[in-house]
């Protein structure tokens, strides 16, 4: 059974950093993680996705250069530092788990994980 706990939002000003980690329990094989976040009010929209394998990552516009998705296998954890945040950052973030960046980029990933409130103060 494929589990997921994101963990490490928090409230930070504008330009700060945060770390957010996704552990991840129950795979076999090849798979894409993916932080996705959603707004009071918005949508849920991509932010980051890794695939397991290759180490193949995918950013959206508005992350890139600012955000960063790893991974510790180690630890079967799955990272995305967010660097010079911004108010518009603000959002709970949610990891999720598919069987590949088309999965993410779709939307369509099989497993969902509670997500954590990132809180940007300007």
């Known amino acids: 059974d494929v589990q997921l706990q994101a963990s490490g939002g928090g409230l930070v000003q504008a330009g700060g950093s945060l770390r957010l980690a996704c552990e991840a329990s129950g795979f076999t094989g090849d798979y894409a993680i993916g932080w996705f976040r959603q707004a009071p009010g918005k949508e849920r929209e991509r932010v980051s996705g890794m695939q397991s394998s290759s180490g193949e990552t995918y950013y959206e516009d508005s992350v890139k250069g600012r955000f960063t998705i790893s991974s510790d296998n180690t630890k079967n954890t799955v990272y995305l530092q967010m660097n010079n945040l911004k108010p518009e950052d603000t959002a709970v973030y949610y990891c999720?788990?598919?069987?590949?960046?088309?999965?993410?980029?779709?939307?369509?990933?099989?497993?969902w994980g509670k997500g954590t409130l990132v809180t940007v103060s300007s």
């Open positions: 999720a788990a598919g069987f590949d960046l088309i999965a993410y980029l779709g939307g369509a990933m099989d497993s």
